[in-house]
């Protein structure tokens, strides 16, 4: 199957085959199959996130132990493996640079 170009924010939960002017942040070469793959994790991070800010709302717990906030860094870390094994040369260096998951 033939790989084209997809343009993902991941602060923004986008994932598309042209820019449309707006910021992106990462440039892969996916199939159509792989970058739905992705969407779905980006999908997963979104709900996470979600989850998590209804748990941030009580004071007097601490997140960090929390599995939902464990939850979105897996997630997140799996985002970003997936992003990298897609990647541009110049993604796979900036995610080596970000240093967030072991390449």
């Not at 993604?91 to 240093?99: A, P, Y």
């Amino acid at each position: 199957m033939q790989k084209e170009t997809y343009y993902i924010s991941v602060a923004e939960g986008i994932l598309r085959k042209e820019t449309y002017g707006e910021n992106y942040e990462f440039e892969i070469q996916a199939t159509e199959q792989e970058a739905e793959a992705l969407m779905e994790q980006l999908d997963m991070l979104q709900t996470d996130d979600e989850k998590s800010h209804f748990k941030a709302m009580v004071p007097y717990k601490s997140n960090e132990t929390d599995s939902v906030n464990q939850e979105f860094k897996q997630d997140m870390k799996d985002v970003y493996r997936t992003i990298y094994e897609l990647g541009t040369p110049e993604t796979k260096q900036h995610i080596e640079r970000m240093n967030i998951v072991q390449v």
